[in-house]
């Protein structure tokens, strides 16, 4: 998959195969399991160096060095050298899944058993001594067809890890003292390999000034929103100074990247930037978001990152929402509420950020709650248009979070659900989300861990890839809703009775 400012993982099978084993059986199973993962639709280099002991290693370093590997799959044909195979994972240095095969016939018992099911315990045990995180998934002894499933899915959750590693987060301006709860302990962020640049709102203003009005890159961006929004451009003469302000960040984007090659913001985006800019961003934002740069609002550095992670999983533009109101039984009248219970049930909102391509409906607005703060609400909104507003897209979806906590230690959630085709009947870019057993969710861990407002949304269920690049990138803490038979942490039991 290739997607703009995301990494393409190139995959590379390094067969393993301990020196008692005949070495022709891991060559054998390896080829095999090379051309299921071609049948499957996976990209891969075989490496010709199979690893029997450590200068194997190097051979085959250098071999996927040179046809620039960022992410490999170290394959137990047999019972494998334990050794040699971690030690290939911790030189290599990036993203490494362990698989291994498993027998393919009885006939084939004497002459040609591989014990890999034996050798991944010792594998497993090596990974440990080495103080190394590998992928291993569930199921990691199969057959060709069967592993070739699961590299597929390595695939995606290697991208995601390789961005997180290779991405810098461009903020401008502080946090606002309201929103505390979207706080960023950097050294969290440093640990994962993220680079973070924090900017006074001011610099952001500079470059705005010093793009003229007439700046012959400005008329192509207006002629582009005003396709996108159609029957939506409520405000046309608007347009201008957005499309001034979506430069201002493309210029900022490209000259901030430094040594990283993917780049994503988290800024400000009030009360002191509509008066000096004389706009809302969120439409801006959309439009970013849209082409793979999510721009996090109020400065929510940890939200910009779980906006890219949910974009890296699945190639969909993603948003940032605020978990935000109940939903009123008097909306569900004869709803499908996919599995869902009332009390699961909420609204995720935020003013205006969402891309157009993932909304059912949407149009140019002002931002209501700015508007009681910063205009007379009786006369003609200004300084609070740019919104985009309307019903979020229905479908599937991932809502995710990846965050320091107040102990600057790494936590997260993970919650897949739908979300639903009701109209929400208020404003903002707003949808009702059903996430099975949510409302404990919400209380024992959003509530019980302290998790901020915002939460990143894939339009596209995604969990399981989050769930393992989160593990791989070394995140310990990671929260998923829970059946009604098992109690989390601190929960009273008579709840459920």
Known sequence: MDL?????????????????FPIELTRTRLGKLSDA???????????????????DVMAALAEVGDVGANAAVIYLGNFGPEGPATIFARRFGRPVMFCAAAEESRSTLMG???DAYCGMLNASYNIALRNLIAYIPQMPVGLPDELAKKI????????????VMDVKIVSY???????????????PLYNLGVEVMENSELELLDIYNAIAENDPEIAPIVKDMTAELGKGNTYPDLLPKLARFELTLTRAFKANLGSRQYGIFANKCWPAFEGDFGFVPCYVNSRLASRGIPVACEVDIYGALSEYMCYLATGIAPTLLDINNTVPVDMLAGADLKGASPVDLFMGFHCGNTPSCCMKNCAMNYQVIMNRLMEDPTKEPDITRGTLEGQLKPGPTTFFRLQGNAEGELVSYIADGNILDIDPMTFGGIGIFAIPGFARFYRHVLIGKQFPHHGAVAFKTCGKALYDAAALLGVEDINV?????????GENPFELT
């Open 4 to 20: 703009p400012n995301a990494p393409k993982v190139k995959l590379a099978i390094v067969g393993v195969s301990r020196d008692c």
């Open 37 to 55: 993962c071609k049948a499957a639709g996976v990209d891969v280099y075989t490496c010709k160096t199979i690893i029997e002991s450590e200068n």
């Open 112 to 114: 040609g058993r591989g």
């Open 152 to 163: 597929k899915h390595f695939e995606t959750v290697a991208r995601i890890v390789l961005g």
């Open 173 to 187: 301006g502080p946090r606002p003292q309201d929103f505390f709860a979207c706080n960023a302990p950097i050294k």
């Open 481 to 489: 809703p829970l059946p009604n038979t098992t109690l989390y942490s």
